[in-house]
């Protein structure tokens, strides 16, 4: 079976090479300015966050709007009720890092840099960019980078969200202080999604942490289910890019589903 997310490390290794000759280490450092945890602040004053992401394309199933800009779906995000916002920079979703530097420049909500963080470079980078928080993907790290990432990342006033999708990445998260936890509905070989991924795991997470399910939420019983279960929030990008009205989704999404 394909393996969709070890080929996405195995190219990122290219891009992050190729990066570090376009703009250097020590180019990065003398322009980077600290942040001061933004993204934790908001989730935390909210009862319900909604971490809306601007994507155009997912490696599974291609091209999920044709409709928006990455621009245009900031704004309608921050305009109907987002809590913080994800912007990938990541070439297999269509991302860019010029998309995430002119939503920095047009928005004042948090901004979460989805990417497939393999290398020291890359945070320093994130913020580089603007970004309040940055993705760490479990699965693609050891325990000891981990770690590692989540203190560097810290250290320049980022957030981390621990990305986890099994009982397996859970252990070695609930190991590290992090302060937020999603758990990805996404099979990360297969990149099928159900919200039952974060309904088996929500038993054993530890709810003194910042808790979002991720991926596979399009309808307001999918919110209504995994806030019921003690999700303090959701990350979500196909279930508002592809619906009818996005501005109307967000709402939804972000707290209208609770009213009905």
């Keep these: 079976m394909r393996d969709i997310l070890a080929e996405i490390v195995e190219k990122k290794k290219e891009i992050v090479r190729d990066a570090k000759k376009q703009l250097p280490i020590g180019e990065i450092m003398e322009n980077i300015s600290y942040a001061s945890f933004e993204g934790s602040h908001s989730l935390k004053k909210h009862g319900w966050s909604l971490i809306a992401e601007c994507k155009l394309q997912s490696p599974a199933k291609g091209r999920l709007t044709r409709s928006h ?22 070439p297999h979703f269509l991302g860019k890092n010029e998309d995430f530097i002119e939503v920095r420049k047009s928005v004042k909500l948090p901004l979460l840099r989805k990417d497939f963080i393999i290398d020291p470079y890359q945070i320093y980078e994130s913020r580089y960019l603007g970004a309040d928080a940055v993705l760490l993907i479990v699965r693609i790290l050891t325990p000891q980078l981990l770690k590692s990432f989540l203190y560097l990342t810290w250290s320049l006033g980022m957030d981390a969200l621990l990305e ?42 530890d709810k003194t942490r910042i808790i979002i399910s991720e991926s596979g939420v399009f309808t307001a019983d999918d919110v209504r289910t995994l806030k019921a279960a003690q999700c303090d929030g959701i990350l979500v990008g196909e279930g508002l890019v592809r619906a009818e009205d996005v501005a109307k989704q967000t709402r939804l999404f972000a707290g209208d589903a609770f009213k009905e």
């Design 164 to 205: 986890v999708h099994d009982e397996k990445d859970l252990d070695t998260a609930l190991r590290t202080p992090a302060h937020i936890i999603g758990i990805n509905n996404r099979n990360l070989v297969t990149f099928e999604t159900s919200i039952t991924e974060t309904l088996k795991l929500m038993p054993k997470v």
């Design 69 to 90: 800009s990455v621009l245009e779906l900031a704004k309608t995000y921050e305009k109907n009720g987002a809590t913080m916002l994800s912007v990938h920079t990541d």
